[in-house]
């Protein structure tokens, strides 16, 4: 069974990682490919760029955004593939640029694919 872990693309990579993929449609500011270590850019996994900007990072919206995303991640084609191409793997770390570690897409997707 795969253990999902999140991190920021900010913190420095570790051995303890496994498998990390970025988990955003936009590549981070001020990060070079080669310092992020990544073994996956899952793009299309992140939610809608309508949804993203529904949300804004608003942390009074994300118990509705949560949801919204969890429907995007189980009925959008592009978000089931993107799930299934996930590697496979004893820890994957699913790396993402926000600013808040509690308020967050990559939080939701975590929760989304440990509870399958």
């Excluded at 913190?11 to 073994?39: F, Q, Y």
């Excluded at 993107?82 to 975590?110: F, G, I, S």
Aim: aromatic letters at 10%; proline letters at 5%.
């Amino acid at each position: 069974m795969t253990t999902y872990r999140i991190k920021r693309v900010y913190e420095a990579p570790e051995s303890t990682d496994g498998a990390r993929v970025l988990v955003d449609r936009m590549w981070p500011r001020g990060v070079a490919k080669a310092d992020a270590e990544l073994d996956q850019w899952a793009k299309t996994i992140a939610p809608s760029p309508e949804l993203r900007r529904w949300f804004g990072h608003d942390p009074e919206k994300f118990a509705e955004f949560r949801n919204k995303y969890r429907h995007e991640l189980a009925h959008r084609e592009e978000n089931r593939e993107a799930v299934a191409n996930l590697p496979q793997e004893d820890t994957v770390t699913l790396v993402y640029a926000a600013k808040d570690e509690e308020h967050n897409h990559a939080v939701v997707l975590r929760d989304f694919l440990s509870s399958r």
